[in-house]
């Protein structure tokens, strides 16, 4: 079965949106959701067992009880019982630092996706950045779906895909998996080419751009359209608000789309300033 990664905080308002996405992607696309709480107990001269485990104990009902309003929420305004509520979980309440409790999870089970909200403030991002960049999850191609502050959930019907159509390891592979979000939705790809360039030779010869030709005969509710210039991320951005997009869809490789046209700074500027959720999709290395 595959499954989500939902790692959260208690009283913080961004993560019951979040938690809104994390249910539907699971349901859409038949996951596990691991709801994931990382805490620490302070400890004393004077801790003992029993006083180690109640501590423990106490953290526990408090992840509970956080879990119990992002529910309330769900169920209140957005929850279709007769399908919603088969969703599977997997509770993780653990004592220990959030990214390394990530990484061991990571490491333990194939994790498809790892939800990760974006808020107003710079500290919080900075880590969720830290989360983004780390290497461990491009040992199982674990997918980032980062959501912008206080980005309400909506039904996706319309998915951008943004290339730059170089050659990419096993391209085949991320665009199958994209055509598949688009089948689990029932939702329109938008191929979208982008080159910091106002020409670039021979970009629509290329083996990746063949396949998205093919993917776009094969289903003609797919598109295909080419942008340049110098402000890659406003024309992205602007085009997501034309197709009334509510996914972007990038994949995050060392020496290509992220690392040329989308240099690091580049893409942190989409994942943080973006209107719409972004699929970061990683290139698994061996």
């Not at 490789?253 to 943080?272: A, G, P, R």
Request: proline letters at 2%; glycine letters at 2%.
């Amino acid at each position: 079965m595959r499954k989500i990664l939902f790692p959260f905080e208690l009283d913080n308002p961004i993560y019951r949106e979040a938690y809104i996405h994390g249910i539907k992607f699971a349901r859409k696309i038949n996951a596990e959701l691991i709801l994931l709480n990382a805490f620490q107990v302070e400890v004393g001269n004077d801790i003992t067992e029993e006083k180690y485990g109640r501590l423990k104990r106490d953290n526990w009902f408090k992840a509970y009880n956080e879990i119990s309003k992002f529910n309330k929420h769900y169920l209140e305004n957005y929850a279709n019982v007769d399908t919603d509520l088969q969703i599977r979980f997997d509770h993780r309440f653990v004592n220990g630092l959030l990214l390394d409790e990530i990484k061991n999870i990571a490491m333990e089970v194939e994790v498809d996706l790892i939800v990760l909200p974006i808020s107003d403030k710079k500290a919080f991002n900075k880590r969720q950045m830290k989360i983004i960049r780390d290497n461990v999850f491009e040992r199982n191609r674990t997918s980032l779906l980062v959501l912008p502050y206080a980005c309400e959930f909506r039904p996706v019907s319309n998915i951008v895909f943004a290339t730059d159509l170089k050659k990419l390891f096993n391209y085949q592979l991320y665009l199958h998996d994209v055509i598949n979000y688009a089948r689990s939705f029932d939702a329109n790809i938008h191929f979208i080419h982008v080159s910091s360039k106002d020409k670039e030779e021979e970009w629509d010869n290329s083996k990746p751009y063949r396949m998205v030709m093919e993917a776009i005969a094969k289903n003609e509710r797919h598109s295909f359209k080419s942008l340049h210039g110098e402000k890659v991320t406003e024309a992205i951005n602007q085009y997501v608000e034309e197709c009334q997009g509510e996914l972007v869809v990038v994949v995050k490789h060392q020496h290509q789309f992220l690392e040329t046209i989308l240099h690091e700074s580049v893409s942190k500027e989409i994942t943080l300033n973006s209107k719409v959720p972004v699929l970061v999709m990683r290139e698994k290395r061996n």
